[in-house]
């Protein structure tokens, strides 16, 4: 072949071009890209540090004033997960068209990597969010009810999600047809009803794009959960809490009787009860870390007061059940980063390419004894939820 690095240059946007039309979800939030991670002399290890916004308290009339120090906090976010996809060609299919090469092989690897990568963010995401609507056991759109998707919307609405158009929904196929087929009569606009009918999908409602997506979590709840209560103090800016009765697992959303979640800003009383997500158990069936924190007073308050011991625990969800989680976010309550991986000096044949945040590396190896060409497809990456109270769980 002529100039077999031109090719391998052809192969790598390729993959970058199908890749990037298959990221149904990493294609709806922020996807970074950091180039720092390529910089010789320049490397700043695996974890990115990204601030949270700043959070203040109002003062009120003109009284003395009431300054507040700058406390800034980051997250970080580790890009430590190399993924890939190896393939193997003799010499005359590389002397194939690149469209012929990527339909018959490019296309079909590229697929399997993507999917795979999405489907462990998208399901690792869903169980960091605490917010969630929908009853448990009944299809989204069954008897034309759409109230789990507008509610969805009230919570993004409720913890400030930007209304700027950068607002999704990951649902799975079945619920996807559900909601189309309960709601036929309610949406009016002509190229939505030409889209309902023909293709079963809905493209946009309650201020978010409608994605089908079937790597969705599903979520199988913890085997008990009869009579939970708070068995211990719980104190100011806590991550954890010990509960008396129950078996949750990490994923499970429950709430306090009468803690109620508050405004972010005026730090008014809603009046629905926060709700929480088990995101680790420190000790089987007592101590589960979760989110977000207990935060009762001061700039970053969440709920109108701290619970007490002995109050009643309600667990979203029927014990040993599995249920689909949905999911409605802005793009930026999660964030997803890839970096350059390093080019090889002893190879001629090492391509990396990126395009709208996504790296990919194409390195190409010779077997001479079969007169083969080796081929793998790496990419870099990481992710981290950001912001939790801009997405929302809708449950089946």
Sequence with gaps: MANTLSVIDMVTRECLRIAHEKLTFLGTIDRSYDDS??????????????????????????????VQDQAETTQNVTVATQDGVDMKFNSAELTLSIDELSRRYIEPAVSVLVAG???????????????????????????????????????????LAPKDGNRSVQFDSVTMGSIVNGTQALFHDGKQLAKAFREGFIGRNAMAD????????????????????IDGAVAEGASSVTL??????????????DVKAVHPETKASYSHDQQFV????????????????????GAKQNIDHLPSLNDVVTVLGTASTAYQKNLMYHQDAFTFVTADLPIMDDSIRCVRRVQDGLAIRCWQGSDIRNDELLLRLDILYGWKTLRPEWACRITN
Excluded: C, W
């Design 37 to 66: 991670f390529a910089q010789s002399g320049g490397k700043i290890g695996d974890t990115l540090r990204v601030r949270n916004p700043n959070q203040y308290t109002r003062r009120t009339g003109s009284r003395v004033m009431d």
């Design 278 to 297: 088990v995101t680790a158990i420190t000790t089987a069936s007592t101590v589960y870390a979760v989110s977000p924190s207990f935060v009762s007073t």
């Design 117 to 159: 990568i999405e489907g462990d963010v998208l399901s690792a995401v869903t169980k960091d969010v605490y917010n969630e609507t929908g009853t448990h056991g009944t299809v989204v759109g069954a008897s034309a009810d759409i109230s789990a998707i507008t509610n969805a919307r009230a919570k993004l609405n409720q913890g």
């Design 244 to 257: 008396a009765g129950g078996v949750l697992t990490v994923g499970t959303v429950f709430t306090v009787a």
């Design 210 to 229: 409608f994605f089908e997506n079937e790597k969705t979590l599903s979520h199988t709840m913890g085997t008990d959960h009869t009579t939970v209560d």
